[in-house]
């Protein structure tokens, strides 16, 4: 059989089960080129240092056996999937079988449903607009931004706050900021929903490769292979078989219709708060875990315990909430959202003058260490602490 003819029949099965994919488009490429895709995040957007060090990492993660890259699939209509060159045919059959879930976890997912789906082309457009400015106002001033607008991305609460009341604010500023409040708009629903949408993925490729004609070799080769797909990690637990094994509870209680209507309305948030049991935490021995000085300690494997803490991970796609104001004087004031959970001085203190770069004003920042209140203030040239 020619990948041609798989593409084909996994395409059929998927329909015939009800998956409502976008219409796919593969292409085979050398480990380079999916590298270069994974570590930008897309097959096209604007050069910055740090997607090379993504390359760089990811490139000697494989080179170590530390981890390789099969696949890569991109929200999109059409689906671009982009599939290793040196993938077997039964390698590729299993990841057709599983990006098509994605596509259709894509295309039905509540979460995306306002996401960019022809962002290729508007990453292109802003990668354009960005050798623009790095001709007109050079490339150093243009990467500093970008490097305060990348370190601000997850809080678009604070960059909306700029974007709002920045008068002062050059446009070009403006603009670069509008672009990466757009590209986390953009990657922000695949951050809330990584669990559900690869336990989605999971399921799927397991139920089509089980309706192809596999021979006996084939077959042990498969299993091996998802085998490896669910693997438990040592470091964290393993969102292909977490996942898995949610959507399993679900479809044992309310069927196969339950599994469509979790992959219409489910976040990780939800999905995990509702459906993770004591059975699930047991089965795929998880636990809670605290910080004690640079390790991590087992704090509790009670189920309610794992749950909360997983839960609590994925708010916010597990970023601090920090809304802003605008002081009469121009300073930018931050409020974190303290729920129990400090933050990381030294990356409050390295992020803070991020901030002032793009503000220009003195920046205040509130939030509570070791139960006291904390004021961390940044005026362009010193950073100040203060403790209540």
Request: contains cysteine.
């Amino acid at each position: 059989m020619h990948l041609n003819d798989a593409i084909e029949q996994i395409n059929e099965i998927a329909l015939s089960y009800g998956l409502d994919p976008f219409p796919m488009r593969y292409e085979i490429c050398p480990a380079s080129i999916i590298h270069t895709f994974a570590s930008y995040g897309m097959p096209a957007r604007y050069t910055h240092w740090s997607f090379g060090k993504a390359y760089h990492r990811l490139k000697l993660n494989e080179q170590l056996g530390l981890g390789k890259i099969y696949e890569l699939v991109i929200n999109h209509n059409p689906c671009y999937a982009f599939l290793l060159d040196s993938n077997s045919l039964l390698q590729n059959k299993l990841i057709i079988a599983h990006v098509i879930a994605h596509s259709d976890f894509f295309k039905n997912n509540v979460y995306f449903s306002t996401t960019n789906r022809q962002m290729i082309e508007s990453m292109s457009s802003s990668a354009r607009q960005i050798r623009a400015y790095e001709k007109k106002l050079g490339i150093a001033a243009v990467e500093q931004t970008l490097d305060a607008v990348h370190a601000l991305s997850v809080h678009s609460s604070v960059l909306k706050v700029m974007i709002e009341q920045g008068f002062h604010l050059e446009e070009w500023t403006k603009d670069l900021i509008m672009i990466g409040m757009e590209e986390m708009a953009y990657f922000w629903p695949q951050m809330e929903t990584k669990i559900c949408n690869e336990g989605w993925a999971t399921y799927w490729h397991r139920t089509i490769m089980r309706e192809l004609p596999l021979s006996d070799e084939e077959l042990i080769a498969y299993a091996r292979m998802h085998a490896a797909v669910i693997q438990p990690s040592a470091y964290s637990p393993n969102p292909y078989q977490l996942g898995l094994a949610l959507l399993e509870s679900i479809e044992k209680k309310s069927g196969r219709a339950g599994l469509f209507q979790a992959r219409t309305l489910e976040s990780d948030v939800s999905l995990l708060r509702n459906e993770l049991t004591s059975k699930i935490v047991d089965d795929l021995q998880l636990h809670a875990y605290i910080k004690r000085g640079s390790e991590f300690k087992v704090s509790s494997s009670h189920w309610q315990d794992v749950r909360d803490q997983l839960v609590a991970s994925k708010i916010n796609g597990g970023f601090p909430m920090i809304s802003a104001e605008v002081s009469q004087d121009r300073s930018l004031k931050l409020i974190h959202a303290f729920e129990g959970v400090e933050l990381d001085v030294k990356e409050l203190e390295r992020t803070l003058p991020y901030v002032y770069h793009l503000w220009r004003f003195p920046v205040k920042f509130y939030t509570q260490i070791e139960g006291r209140p904390a004021t961390f203030s940044y005026d362009g040239t010193t950073l100040h602490k203060q403790f209540g």
